[in-house]
């Protein structure tokens, strides 16, 4: 059984470091290759690997250039696909597993029969809370609430610690590298779990080392970073239209929210924030990306 951990990274050399260590004291490291993907690094990422190169611990790719999370993603789960890994789980640069991540993983699968399309990891911020920005999402209206069964299904996860067959991969094809950052995780769990059942792993736990434990938010947003939320209010709409009426319904309820949000909250710039809010989900109704497959996959001719 091979597993190619894919960890995705950008000017973060220290917290990757502390990533590697734990992925190399995984206790089934014996099935685990490590696949570093780096979106062009400026911060030394790649002398810092030096040791790990040339030990042949890890395998490091440049990508180049900055591809955003979502093209990391893509990179390489289309490596790990085409380089005949058995399984894929996928990860950032900040996200630190346990022990007994990975093998908590392979037990989920045997008790499961491997009937699932993919498994995803208890997530626990610094302070070992839930990290709320890596709730899954249980119905289109509800997130996780379970953190003890074993097995919880699941529709939509973040790639911070995923957990999928190769074989998934090949028939429901790659993330959308053009979402570039945002949404790219829960469209691309969701374009799943719409076929298959997939799941919450509980046992399987990992650490999210975050600067904050709160998800995005435009209203309190620094206004040098507002530029991003271009991405999240167009990618969100590709997502939710998927989901027919009650899709629509929950992006109209969504946008309605974040709008009271901003006016009530916002301390500068409100109208600039609306108007990304508006702006942006207006770009999403004509955005359309293809979905690419790996190389040799039936459905790419």
Request: proline residues 3%; charged residues 25%.
């Amino acid at each position: 059984m091979r597993v190619a951990g894919i960890v995705v990274t950008y000017n973060r050399k220290e917290l990757l470091l502390e990533n590697i260590e734990a992925l190399l004291k995984q206790t089934r490291a014996d099935c685990l290759t490590i696949i570093v993907i780096d979106n062009n690094s400026t911060d030394g990422t790649r002398a810092s690997l030096e040791k790990y190169v040339e030990s042949k611990r890890i395998i490091y790719v440049n990508t180049g250039e900055n591809l955003g999370g979502a093209g990391g993603f893509h990179y390489g789960i289309r490596y790990a696909a085409e380089h005949d890994f058995d399984y894929i789980w996928v990860m950032d640069d900040d996200c630190i597993p346990t022990e007994t991540a990975l093998e908590s993983f392979f037990n989920a699968s045997k008790k499961l029969d491997g009937k699932f399309g993919f498994l995803a990891s208890k997530v626990l911020w610094k302070d070992y809370n839930i990290c709320k920005m890596n709730v899954q999402r249980s119905t289109l209206w509800r997130d996780v609430a379970d953190w003890d069964t074993e097995f919880v299904p699941i529709i939509m996860s973040s790639f911070v610690s995923l957990f999928l067959p190769t074989q998934i991969v090949q028939e429901y094809g790659l993330p959308i590298k053009e979402f570039f950052i945002w949404t790219d995780d829960w469209e691309y769990t969701r374009r799943i779990s719409l076929k298959l059942p997939c799941y919450l792993a509980n046992q399987s736990v990992v650490i999210h080392k975050s600067n904050n434990n709160f998800g995005a938010n435009i209203a309190t947003e620094s206004s040098d970073r507002l530029n991003r939320y271009d991405y999240l209010y167009r990618n969100d709409v590709f997502l939710y239209r998927r989901e027919g009426l009650n899709g629509f319904l929950y992006e109209m309820l969504r946008i309605m929210f974040h709008t009271l949000k901003v006016i009530k909250s916002a301390r500068d710039r409100k109208i600039e924030r609306l108007k990304k809010i508006y702006c942006a989900t207006y770009r999403g109704l004509s955005f359309h990306p293809i979905i690419e497959y790996p190389k040799d996959n039936p459905k790419d001719k």
